[in-house]
């Protein structure tokens, strides 16, 4: 079943492999970058972790409660796996109501155009040739933070209260200042 590292980290990353080999050196890489992470052997096991059905119906939801529960923020999978392809599980959680913004990357031994492109236009943020090394780990965290910066919590609301808020003469005062800048910008 799927392991979990123990040490409370801010980004929580599923990584999806059927070797074994590969799956340790996913593991150590994003441990050592101070992520948390679960490792699972497949596709349908990544889903079942998710809270998703392995069925053939695309993204069917099970438990919308465990989606949030496990606090996944970024997924990345190997392509060619048995049963379920790393592009299977790339197009259910895409499919899926509730995964759909998690940002997946997909990885592959294979050097095929044709595949990458199919992924990254599927919703896949990256493609990455393995071995995974730690310059492809260094390239995840954009990913995680423009992810992490589209949620809307109820600190973000207040903030957004807050600016509207702000009187209307300093209102007035900041855009003058902006369209002063730009101009000066495009001159």
């Known amino acids: 079943m799927a392991q979990v590292a123990t040490m409370d980290h801010q980004f929580h990353v599923l990584a999806v492999d ?97 595949r990458i492109n199919r992924c990254l236009e599927e919703g896949a943020e990256e493609f990455f040739l393995k071995p995974l090394q730690q310059s492809d780990v260094n390239r995840i965290k954009p990913h995680l933070m423009r992810e992490k910066r589209q949620k809307v919590t109820p600190n973000s609301l207040k903030r957004k209260a807050m600016v509207e808020c702000i009187s209307p003469e300093k209102t007035r005062k900041y855009n003058n200042l902006c369209g002063i800048f730009w101009q000066n910008i495009c001159e």
């Open 18 to 114: 059927d070797s074994i080999i590969d799956r340790k050196l996913i593991e150590r890489l994003l441990k050592t970058s101070s992520y948390q992470v679960t490792v699972v052997d497949s596709g349908s096991k990544a889903l079942e972790y998710l809270g998703l059905s392995s069925d053939e119906n695309e993204g069917v939801e099970i438990d919308h409660s465990h989606v949030r529960e496990v606090g996944i923020n970024l997924i990345i999978t190997d392509y060619s796996m048995p049963g379920m392809t790393g592009y299977d599980l790339l197009r259910k959680i895409k499919g899926s109501s509730s995964l759909k913004d998690i940002p997946v990357i997909i990885m592959s031994s294979e050097n095929v155009p044709s």
